[in-house]
């Protein structure tokens, strides 16, 4: 589930669902988040979008 979590996030910077807050300069940090469900359990992934090289994390 976690790589689930993690393309979400990849999907967020491929399509650049997050352009126009990269483009405010006063944000200092834009998190992507990605999230994914199999029935009651939930892994979350996300990434600090400001952070070049940054990969996601994946979080249980």
Do not use: T
Not at 16 to 41: P, S, T
Request: hydrophobic share 40%; glycine share 8%.
């Amino acid at each position: 589930m976690v790589p689930d979590a993690r393309r979400a996030v990849a999907q967020i910077e491929e399509k650049r669902y997050a352009r126009e807050l990269l483009e405010n300069e006063r944000l200092e940090h834009v998190w992507a988040v990605g999230i994914a469900f199999y029935g009651k359990i939930c892994s979350v992934a996300m990434k600090d979008m400001r952070e070049p090289g940054n990969g996601s994390k994946g979080l249980v």
